[in-house]
């Protein structure tokens, strides 16, 4: 996508237009696209990717993107082989993928599919991304001065790249900082040239014209641990809404220009294409209601006879989580008696670690829409996964 969100060609030659009824997208893949290592991009790349990504034995965390490709469910659950996903190399530069149905939206899915390089990952096996030396890139920018275990890292301007000439800036050098007041600072006094910001830096900055905000569509919410019989109770997860002031949240605690979620589905996003109407509240709104929770919490205590109840919070240790993580504290174990939330906070990599192995009991968590539909943010409201909405529209803040 480009700068103003528009849909152009990557590595394929040209937006191509689906035959099939919708369900079959057949691209001509650029013969001038190499690998950073010289080697040529091919449709065999990306057949090797898209089978290796949905592989059972891959364990990827994220396939959801490429549900609406031929036989996503049988690879993905091993009842088929990868060779049955809908995706093949009908020469070294066209590239055939077949679809489940006609899918709207799947241009905005073609964005997100990145393919690797087969040789790369035939010659490093379980080390290859362990190291800049290690990976493999096809885009503008190639890695270079990383390892695992560090924490700074440099983006060089890769000339194997198809369209190299319109590359403005050479080399990028990036670090991470975890302290957003450090990060800052070193913003104000010239040693970095863009950094994030946060909470009251954003609220401080706001005159500043090196200030740029960008709005995300980012769905924050708490997510309660399902296979845990007591935290799978609805009574629970009612009172939890109802005790939780959104807009406190995302006026005082965040105060990043975030806004308060009332719905799975975020507000100025989704168009219903039938009325024009926003999809945005064509449905029951969470509210605060201290009254309701307290009623739900009631509730609950007497279908599980319990009078206490203690939780784990587990939220990213970032500042802005960590402080909403006190917020949520706070505002249950007053409003909700007997119930004691005892926060853990952690880098995100194990945040990540914990959530898809299921060992948490509430989780701080969120998710970024994939593509222009409502539905991508209603299948997280599943039976499995009982959630309490937090905010949405995450801005991206950066000086």
Known sequence: MDANGKIIPGVASKIVKPTNNGKTYTFNLRKNAKWSNGDPVTAQDFVFSLRRHLDPKTKSQNTDSLKAIKNYQGVYTGK?????????????????????QRTTWFDFLLTEIYPLSQNAIAKYGSQYGTSSEKTVSNGAYELADWNVSKDSWTYKANDDYWDA???????????????PSTAQNLFKSGQVQE?????????????DKSLYITPQNRLNYLM???????LNNPNLARAVSKALDRTAITKQVLQDGSVAAQSEIIKDQYEDPRTGKDYYGSHKLQTYNLKQAKAYWETFQKQTGKT???????????DSD???GQY????????????????TSIPHAQHVSRDFAGKFEFNLTGYSTEYPDPTDMMNLATKATPSTLLSGRMPNTRH
Do not use: C, M, W
């Open 322 to 324: 960590k402080k909403v």
């Open 308 to 318: 206490s109840l203690t939780v784990e919070l587990l939220t990213d240790d970032t």
């Open 80 to 100: 088929l082989p990868t060779s049955k996903l809908g995706i093949k190399a009908l020469s070294k530069h066209k590239l055939q993928i077949q679809l489940n």
């Open 328 to 343: 949520v504290q706070g505002q249950l174990e007053k409003y909700l008696p007997g119930l004691k939330i005892n926060l």
């Open 195 to 207: 950094t994030q910001v946060s909470g009251q830096f954003v609220k401080a900055d706001e005159n």
């Open 165 to 179: 000439k319109t590359t403005k800036i050479r080399t990028i050098k990036a670090r991470v900082v975890s302290d």
């Open 224 to 230: 309660f641990n399902a296979q845990n019989k007591t």
